[in-house]
């Protein structure tokens, strides 16, 4: 827990602006923690990543890497109960900005990786990575993209673990661990129209920048979506436990929209999720214009945050806004590319998955887990592209559920309890000591 607050209070806020994040501060406290200088990538000032690679006892076995980032989203301090920075525990939590996104992992990372420097566990057979990343929250450029573009041997790996870690799910079955293991792909768009600047005391035909930017925007935030079932979320809900009809309700484009709505009544979080899990988004975030109360804006832009199945591509994409905005309305913007990535995935099977059961088996007494499909996007998906196997996991107590979890990210007073991150640790921990047991040459 002191790891974590730290790193919640070196405030390594992300805005989006390549001055942002500050990241250096909390390489330092990394550094300090693991008592090793590592490898320090710095994309621009202060945006720096750290690894920390402890080379195996065979260079023929596969590697894992660790891999956490540290920069966090910015914050509205008036919503927040708890000073979103401080740190501090209270009523069995540790509060802040990050604690569940993605510090508590990161810092849980980190302490297992500090154990095998100290050479309090024995070295695995093949290399372990520590990767602690900068800028995940505006998308990783100056972060994992960067580190595995300029210095890809220092973080290159056959098998790695991240996030997302959500709390476990209680089905008729039991409780199961979901395990990411796909996520959606970022798409992400910049809008734009252009108006003839004039005084704002004589309307009439006037051409403003502003008015179809603000009718788009209406239009993306009134369109509810059209669902599509993959087969990712087909995995995820058969793992559920539900009854047939729930089941097939859950999976059915022509229903789903009403068990969403069934959802929402008592878990508004998790009904979030399973609209996001089942259709492109688009979320209007940002929208720019004008200079002065009686000018005409003669330029009007902003960002959408869409977020792409798989399957689903840039055609989707624009396939989507055409239907959403109509000929017209789509004829009257611009639009540009901020990021436009695929959904990715790895199997749930193979070596990393059976240790992550072995290790759920030895820390929760079951080693149910459930392959889970994800809305948001994290820096896994450039290591999947590269062909390596990734998963995001975490452990957590009773006192966390998958909604509450859900409703923190992002949001006001974000926290997580003490139980979830000792739970969180000794997962890692066991995957990591499994890992290295199940990659071993035999007699």
Known sequence: ARLCADLIRAR?????????????????????HLGVAGEVVESAPGRQSLVVRIPGTDPGAPSLCLMGHTDVVPVTESGWSQDP??????????????????????SAMAVVTGRYLRGELPPLPGDLIFFAVADEEA???????????ERPELVEADYLLTEIAMPTIPTPGGPVIPVTASEKGPAWRRYSSRGVPGHASQPHGRISALVPAAR?????????????????????????????DE????????????????????????????????????????????????????VADGDLDVRVLPGQDAAS??????????????DDL??????????????????????????????????????????????????????TVAYGVGLFDER????????????????????????????????????????SPGP
């Open 247 to 298: 089941e097939r309700a859950m999976t059915d484009p022509d229903r789903i929209d009403e068990a969403i709505d069934r959802l929402a009544v008592e878990d508004p979080g998790f009904a979030r999720w399973v609209h996001a899990c089942t259709r492109l988004t688009v979320t209007p975030t940002t929208l720019h214009s004008g200079v002065k109360a009686n000018v005409v804006p003669d």
């Open 12 to 32: 390594c806020v992300n805005d989006g602006s390549p001055e942002s994040g500050h990241e250096h501060r909390a390489v330092e406290i990394l550094r300090d």
């Open 139 to 149: 998308g990783g450029i100056l972060g994992a993209r960067h580190v595995l573009e």
């Open 317 to 330: 994409v624009d396939e989507h806004f055409r239907k959403v905005l109509g000929p017209d309305l789509y």
């Open 85 to 106: 920075f401080g740190g501090e525990v209270r009523d069995g939590y540790l509060w802040g900005r990050g604690a569940v996104d993605m510090l508590n992992v990161t």
């Open 334 to 387: 611009e639009f540009d590319i901020i990021l436009d990535e695929s959904a990715t995935a790895s199997a749930p099977e193979g070596l990393l998955w059976e240790s992550i059961g072995d290790a759920a088996e030895a820390v929760a007494g079951h080693r149910r887990l459930l392959p889970a499909l994800i809305p948001v996007g994290t820096d896994a998906r450039f290591f999947r592209r590269r062909g």
């Open 216 to 244: 788009a925007v209406a239009r993306f935030a009134d369109d509810g979506g059209t669902a599509e079932i993959s087969d990712e979320w087909r995995r995820f809900v058969a793992g559920l436990g539900l009854s047939p």
């Open 400 to 439: 966390m559920s998958f909604g509450d979890l859900l409703t923190m990210f992002h949001g006001n007073d974000e926290r997580v309890s003490l139980g979830s991150l000792d739970l969180t640790t000794a997962l890692l921990a066991e995957t990591v000591g499994r890992f290295g047991e199940r990659s």
